[in-house]
């Protein structure tokens, strides 16, 4: 896959790349070799774009991508990671389960630290557990509850690590389309991360952060295209989750009625919604994650081929299924 500049940066990005929050064990456990194996499946599907975050299973993410890529040329991938969330020592949770979905023991809690002592500190931790020596893009991870701290303090800090070449890149990353739009237009960002905000299903980033960051330059990593799993079969159902929990009956009724339409094109669900999340000009590249080789796979191809005709599009629209203006 050719790479793709992120912002004004020298940093690039393959336009699929790998999220690796299940390689935190979210949702269900997998062993070391499985994660390996899902990263070289990645490897050798052209994908050098490689997304984690110390939330991703406390650090465990972290841990498995850096030891998969250990032997992999540095210069021919790229890395982010995020701050914001310090891990912090609690040895008394080690009996317990993470209660932030990622199947790993309590023995660290998250704290939310967005000074420029956090981030500072937020990042030699995450350069430890991933083997490196720099990170490619940093992401401002969730600052929607503390948008001052992150504008006033992380942001700053990050700026600096830019200037002086220790970082390549730097990024803001929710699902909060609005707080992503105030950090494009005050601050000089260089991505956004939009993380289930412009999707098949839906697409409120669409009017304002899209365009906003084409004027701007800013490059729009688009994650959560599948709305947490509800989009990544071809006939979803009710035990599928949606933004992190059990699917609502009236948005499931409207993906089966895209469903419908999708059979009548002959194209699949996964299909239309990774051609979808990848057609906007804003979209340097779509970041999609996966516990097993066979869905890193399986993303690829379909990611490569051909997109369903501009009929299908066009039904969609008809039938109030997808907003008029959104490319495809």
């Known amino acids: 896959m050719s790479g793709v500049r992120i912002g004004r940066s020298a940093v690039t990005v393959s336009r699929l790349g790998l999220g690796c929050a299940q390689l935190g064990n979210l949702y269900a456990a997998i062993d070391d070799a499985e994660a390996d194996a899902t990263v070289a499946a990645a490897w050798d599907c052209g994908i050098r774009y490689f997304d984690t975050a110390p939330h991703y299973g406390l650090g465990l993410s972290e841990r498995r991508l850096g030891a998969a890529l250990r032997a992999r040329p540095r210069q021919a991938y790229t890395i982010s990671t995020k701050v914001g969330r310090l891990l912090v020592p609690d040895p008394a949770g080690a009996g317990r389960r993470d209660p932030?979905?990622?199947?790993?023991?309590?023995?660290?809690?998250?704290?939310?630290?967005?000074?420029?002592?956090?981030?500072?500190?937020?990042?030699?931790?995450?350069?430890?557990?991933?083997?490196?020596?720099?990170?490619?893009?940093?992401?401002?991870?969730?600052?929607?509850?503390?948008?001052?701290?992150?504008?006033?303090?992380?942001?700053?800090?990050?700026?600096?690590?830019?200037?002086?070449?220790?970082?390549?890149?730097?990024?803001?990353?929710?699902?909060?389309?609005?707080?992503?739009?105030r950090f494009v237009?005050?601050?000089?960002?260089?991505?956004?991360?939009?993380?289930?905000?412009y999707t098949l299903l839906e697409q409120p980033a669409l009017h304002t952060l899209l365009p906003e960051c084409q004027r701007r330059g800013v490059s729009v990593l688009n994650v959560g295209v599948f709305n947490s799993g509800l989009l990544a079969v071809p006939h979803p159902h009710a035990g599928l989750h949606y933004e992190y929990a059990h699917v609502p009956p009236p948005v499931l009724e409207r993906v089966q009625a895209i469903v419908a339409v999708c059979d009548r094109h002959d194209t699949t669900l996964p299909a239309a919604a990774l051609a979808f999340a990848a057609a906007h000009p804003a979209v340097a590249a779509v970041v999609v994650g996966a516990d097993h080789p066979d869905q890193v796979r399986r993303n690829a191809a379909l990611l490569a081929a051909p997109p369903p005709p501009e009929e299908f599009w066009s039904d969609l629209i008809a039938e109030g299924l997808l907003q008029g203006r959104a490319p495809f």
């Not at 237009?185 to 905000?197: C, F, I, K, N, S």
């Open 100 to 181: 932030e979905g990622f199947q790993v023991p309590a023995d660290h809690r998250r704290v939310w630290d967005f000074s420029a002592d956090g981030v500072r500190r937020s990042l030699e931790t995450s350069l430890a557990r991933l083997g490196l020596d720099r990170i490619d893009l940093v992401l401002i991870h969730d600052p929607e509850d503390h948008q001052q701290a992150a504008l006033e303090q992380a942001y700053p800090a990050l700026h600096e690590l830019r200037a002086q070449g220790t970082i390549g890149a730097i990024g803001v990353g929710t699902k909060h389309w609005q707080t992503l739009h």
């Open 185 to 197: 237009v005050e601050t000089d960002v260089d991505a956004v991360m939009v993380a289930g905000r």
